[in-house]
């Protein structure tokens, strides 16, 4: 089911502001006093979201589906499922997405976009199928026009969003495994014919997730053969975007999601060897903060306001056993997958130096990459509807879907 005849059309993507933006937002939300705004919580999780008290025993299991029509655009109709995935450690675990599909689709089985969002938070009532935009909120790029080639979407809200938790943020394992086990799941949707081939979009720390679900593939999903990665300015290296957060303006936030996932999966993580005593209390809060509430960004301007006099970490994060853990998350290994990775030349959050020595390691690793970078384009102009990389996303996983070799841009490739 879709919209009804009545449903506001989606307002065009260059024109919506996604909840991830805020280095952008960020000096005009306090220059409009965001505190009178508080008023807007986090978003309510429904019981759709809690696991049944009997599972099956596999992931990819579809455990419950019901029509969906928020946001959804004119000439769509859309599912919420509810699914079986598994964690990091193999323990059985329960995961949502949302399925939209086109409903003038010629006939025949449909080609999959699996879609990794970008950052909404970390805490269980910032699931993307909560929120207002659930699609624009992790900036996803293209809809109208994937939708319109006939290909479904399959968009995982990953453990921990909305189900319980803990939500892997920047956790190679558990978010490469949502992906794939939704994908899994809206096969078994009865009343949609999808095709043996996936192609995984991911943008921000769903290109993080998008690579680690094509290094995964094979050997954890061998039933959902993934033709194509297109990952567009991907945490690709956990260590060194980690290393760099504290300094930029609104990275505390980030810092606070990856600390409290860290924490809360790895045994031998504990927060507080890293965060200042004084800074403690505030980003426990910041991790409890949807990118989508108004009070994240009172969040992120009393970071500001204490690391003018110290910074909020006082240990290094990439040392010791935080260090460690997310060394084990960078996607490295053999693949055999085809991968876009998308670069903005001026995105200061994930950075181009960043994003070509992760590049320069993985052409020495063989990996079949083309790595394309857009001149002026920040981490979230880089998917904005007028940039120049949508028309060419398009037509690279067009050709993945049928089979055309995939263009190279690594030495001797």
């Known amino acids: 089911p879709g919209p009804t005849p009545t449903a506001p059309r989606r307002t065009p993507a260059r024109y919506r502001r996604p909840a991830v933006a805020v280095l952008a937002l960020l000096v005009a939300v306090a220059a409009a006093g965001v ?6 919580g986090s978003p ?53 997405a949302l399925v939209v599909v086109a409903k003038n689709a010629p006939p025949g089985p449909r080609p999959v976009i699996a879609w990794a969002h970008g950052t909404t938070g970390f805490a269980e009532p910032c699931a ?6 659930p699609l624009g909120a992790g900036a996803l790029p293209a809809e109208s026009a994937l939708l319109d080639r006939g290909w479904a979407l399959v968009a995982t809200d990953y453990v921990g969003l909305g189900t319980a938790g803990p939500h892997p943020y920047l956790i190679g394992q558990g978010e490469g495994r949502s992906v794939l086990d939704a994908v899994r799941a809206a096969h078994r949707l009865d009343h949609l014919d999808l095709a043996d081939r996936t192609v995984v979009w991911g943008h921000s720390q769903g290109g993080h997730a998008a690579l680690w679900a094509g290094l995964l593939a094979p050997t954890y999903a061998p039933d959902t053969p993934v033709a194509g990665i297109a990952a567009m300015a991907p945490a690709s290296d956990t260590v060194a ?5 504290d300094t930029v303006p609104g990275g505390s936030v980030f810092a606070s999601y990856v600390l409290a996932a860290y924490t809360a999966v790895y ?15 505030l980003v426990r809060e910041m991790a409890t903060r949807c990118l989508s509430e108004p009070a994240v960004y009172v969040s992120v301007l009393s970071a500001l306001s204490l690391s003018r006099d110290r910074s909020v970490l006082r240990t290094d994060p990439t040392t010791g056993p935080l260090g460690r853990r997310l060394a ?22 994930v950075t181009a130096a960043v994003q070509d020595g992760y590049v320069r390691d993985r052409c020495a690793e063989n990996w079949a990459l083309d790595y394309r970078s857009y001149p002026g384009r920040d981490h979230l102009g880089l998917v904005a509807e007028d940039s120049p990389l949508v028309p060419e996303l398009l037509t690279w996983t067009e050709q993945r879907l049928v089979g055309i070799a995939a263009p190279g841009t690594c030495p001797g490739r």
């Open 241 to 245: 975007l980690t290393t760099g957060l």
């Open 328 to 349: 084990e998350n960078v996607p490295t290994g053999t693949t055999a997958v085809p991968v876009l990775l998308a670069q903005g030349a001026t995105d200061s959050l």
């Open 44 to 96: 309510v999780v429904d019981a759709f979201y809690t696991a049944p008290h009997r599972m099956p025993d596999h992931p990819g299991a579809l455990l419950r589906a019901e029509p969906f029509t928020r946001a959804v655009p004119d000439g769509a109709e859309a599912w919420r499922i509810l699914y079986t995935t598994t964690r990091d450690d193999d323990q059985p675990a329960v995961a949502s």
């Open 267 to 281: 045994d031998d993580v504990d927060g507080d060897t890293y965060v200042g005593p004084a800074a403690r209390t």
């Open 128 to 133: 993307p199928t909560l929120l207002d935009d």
């Open 35 to 40: 505190a009178v705004r508080l008023r807007a």
